[in-house]
């Protein structure tokens, strides 16, 4: 073999040599580059950096669009787009999430809980659903899917699921309390007054349970003590735009039109939406 021919059939077999060694390289970056890239994405996430983790968890589903952990993926995407108020590009996310992965239970909660901000409680329904029939015992879907009952006037399984979430967490507040709406709903009054009391006995610092009671006092017709339970209510949490709202709302059925006014525009100062706090506003300037 000639100098020349020899250095030309080298020169062909490193070229080919180097082609499969790019290949390797290629197929070995591009294993490694899902993985990275969804460590990027959760670093940024720990930055709240949500516009570069999305960018991020894209790359990584580019790189890999057919393995199963891509259901979590689309799960962390759609948390990030519902922080942003997306709310229609984050139930697509958690939809394809769960074409992915059926029985992911935080992509089912996660989808459920946007149903439930968009007030579409049926399809939420169906998602706590089958939570409970992954996890029959699962807190948060028995706490939502009894709420989600108790609207419907389905009593019977709603009491059902509070019950069952309180044996599970005795000591579960908002549990207890949705029993104790649940019974002034269901004709049960002077039971739910009861329990009502008790709940306040056992945490006395809780404003909420205040807030409710005098909701239940109102109703009632029993407008001194309720006032005293808003006041309470709001001394325990300030800052709270929701009291303010309820002792407003108490204070214009009482026609003290001027106190009502000075609590909405407190709620506005804490938070508190300022169209919907200006159609109360306004009934206080009606005669």
Do not use: W
Request: charged share 25%; aromatic share 10%.
């Amino acid at each position: 073999m000639g100098i020349r021919t020899f250095f030309l059939t080298f020169a062909v077999e490193m070229k080919h040599f180097l082609c499969f060694l790019l290949l390797c390289s290629s197929i070995l970056v591009q294993a490694q580059s899902y993985q990275e890239y969804v460590k990027m994405a959760m670093d940024a996430l720990q930055k709240d950096s949500l516009d570069q983790a999305e960018a991020f968890f894209r790359k990584a589903l580019e790189k890999d669009p057919s393995i199963k952990s891509n259901a979590i993926l689309f799960d962390y995407i759609g948390q990030i787009q519902e922080r942003r108020g997306e709310l229609k590009e984050a139930l697509e996310s958690y939809s394809l999430a769960h074409n992915i992965s059926p029985t992911t239970l935080s992509v089912l909660l996660n989808r459920a809980s946007l149903y439930m901000r968009m007030d579409n409680e049926k399809r939420a329904l169906v998602d706590y659903n089958d939570v409970l029939d992954l996890n029959a015992d699962h807190p948060e879907a028995l706490f939502f899917r009894a709420y989600i009952y108790m609207q419907e006037h389905n009593y019977k399984q709603a009491r059902a699921d509070y019950e069952h979430l309180i044996r599970l967490e005795p000591n579960n507040v908002k549990a207890q309390l949705g029993l104790v709406l649940l019974n002034d709903k269901d004709n049960r009054p002077r039971e739910a007054m009861e329990q009502m009391n008790a709940l306040i006995q056992l945490y006395p610092n809780q404003a909420q349970l205040y807030a409710t009671r005098a909701g239940m006092e109102q109703e009632r017709q029993q407008h001194e003590v309720a006032l005293h339970d808003f006041n309470k209510a709001i001394e325990l949490e300030p800052t709270n735009a929701d009291y303010y709202i309820a002792r407003g709302t108490y204070f214009l059925s009482m026609k003290k039109k001027k106190l009502a006014k000075a609590d909405f525009t407190q709620a506005v100062k804490y938070g508190a939406d300022e169209k919907e706090v200006a159609v109360l506003v306004q009934e206080c300037s009606n005669k």
